[in-house]
């Protein structure tokens, strides 16, 4: 198994340019999240979802975040417009219900 | 209160003594126990998982679960420098997917 994919590896944009995450989950797994890391505030979950849907997105920053998941071998993370202070480590995990996370590579974004 | 907290450190043992990370979690019902390891650049792993009160052991690593005192440790015995990383305690509510995640602890091993 290839584990979780997640592309770019880094991104380095402009202020209030669009920035797309993605995600491959692990094939079988069921749930999927989205965190950012940075070293003032950890791990933060930002949004999870269950068979592709929504369950809880209360991390989500602002409006200017979105996630979608439109099949189970897929999901993307969307800032428009992007600011300085989303510069983080950018994780996708997934995992099969009450089974610990695999975590992908990371997207290391930086925005200037 | 936190859901998970952890003591951030950084902790300093040398090469081949115990190590002892600590865990506490504010859900009395949480039913399972997750320790990651994250090298500095890169993403969390897994290492150890705990359902079940006592100990459990895999090769250099003890995950210890005390539910009465809604505790959970990690003992490295035998520290390699190797071991040198930040280690993350999970914890997984009752109702629902999601993990809590403590801020971590920072570990080095002096050789």
């Known amino acids: 198994d290839a584990g979780v994919i997640q592309s770019p590896r880094h991104e380095v944009t402009e202020m209030g340019q669009e920035v797309t995450l993605r995600c491959k989950p692990i094939?079988?797994?069921?749930?999927l999240f989205w965190y950012r890391q940075t070293m003032m505030r950890g791990l933060e979950l930002l949004i999870y979802?269950?068979?592709?849907?929504?369950?809880?997105d209360s991390g989500m920053p602002e409006d200017r975040f979105s996630a979608k998941m439109p099949n189970a071998s897929f999901s993307t993370l969307k800032i428009q417009p992007s600011e300085p202070r989303d510069s983080a480590v950018y994780f996708c995990?997934?995992?099969?219900?009450?089974?610990?996370?695999?975590f992908g590579s990371g997207t290391r974004l930086t925005v200037v | 209160q936190k859901e998970v907290e952890q003591n951030s450190g950084p902790l300093s043992v040398p090469e081949g003594a115990i190590a002892s990370l600590n865990c506490t979690y504010s859900?009395?019902?949480?039913?399972?126990f997750f320790w990651y390891r994250q090298y500095s650049g890169k993403s969390p792993e897994l290492i150890m998982f705990?359902?079940?009160?006592g100990d459990k052991e895999d090769g250099r690593f003890t995950a210890q679960l005390n539910k009465a005192s809604q505790y959970v440790s990690l003992l490295i015995r035998d520290s390699q420098p190797s071991d040198s990383a930040t280690y993350l305690c999970?914890?997984?509510?009752?109702?629902?997917?999601?993990?809590?995640f403590g801020t971590g602890t920072s570990l080095t091993v002096i050789p």
């Open positions: 995990a997934s995992s099969w219900t009450g089974q610990g996370y695999t």
């Open positions: 094939s079988g797994h069921n749930s």
């Open positions: 979802f269950n068979n592709n849907v929504p369950i809880d």
């Open positions: 859900d009395r019902g949480s039913q399972s």
């Open positions: 705990i359902y079940s009160n």
């Open positions: 999970a914890v997984e509510p009752p109702l629902g997917n999601q993990f809590y």
